[in-house]
């Protein structure tokens, strides 16, 4: 069984060699459930850490239920899932990202955050995805922390 992670940025050091990514951040929920809340990001001039995104305004409702909600990975495998899930997609792309996983991060049985993992378009299948449910499971301790801090 492998360990809890020490800091984000060993997340993002695993992220790097498990699932592969150009861009990787973590978010907590935020403003009593109304919100995400960026804690962690490898490109902080262009998604800033305390950035958020309203869950009601900016988020896909399929991605809602599937990720939050129903507590399952999200894999993006193209630009046109991108496109089609994330109003940010143009920003996205402009990092060389057309591909994204993101996966629930479940503290004693409620959905806190999420950690999002992109790459390249096609760079992801089920191996980056349960890869990056790895990640996220050994890192739940952080963003318990962070969510304590952001609320």
């Known amino acids: 069984m492998s360990s809890q992670f020490d800091s984000f ?3 993002f050091a ?17 403003d009593d459930g109304t919100s995400m809340a960026r804690v962690y990001t490898t490109h902080p001039d262009v998604y800033p850490v305390g950035g958020k995104k309203t869950l009601a305004g900016d988020t896909n409702p399929v991605w809602l ?3 939050l909600n129903g507590q399952r990975p999200f894999l993006g495998a193209d630009t046109e899932a991108v496109r089609a899930f994330f109003f940010d997609s143009a920003t996205i792309e402009s990092l060389g990202c057309g ?8 503290s004693n049985g409620r959905t806190i955050g999420s950690m999002n993992f992109l790459g390249p378009e096609g760079s ?5 995805v ?3 449910v790895d990640v996220a499971r050994r890192s739940v301790h952080l963003l318990e922390k962070a969510l304590t801090a952001a609320n």
């Open 9 to 11: 940025e060993d997340v």
């Open 14 to 30: 695993n992220a790097q060699e498990a699932v592969g990514v150009t861009l990787f951040t973590a978010s907590v929920i935020a």
């Open 65 to 67: 239920k599937q990720v």
């Open 99 to 106: 591909a994204i996983v993101n996966v629930p991060v479940v």
């Open 124 to 128: 992801y299948d089920q191996s980056s």
């Open 130 to 132: 349960d890869a990056a």
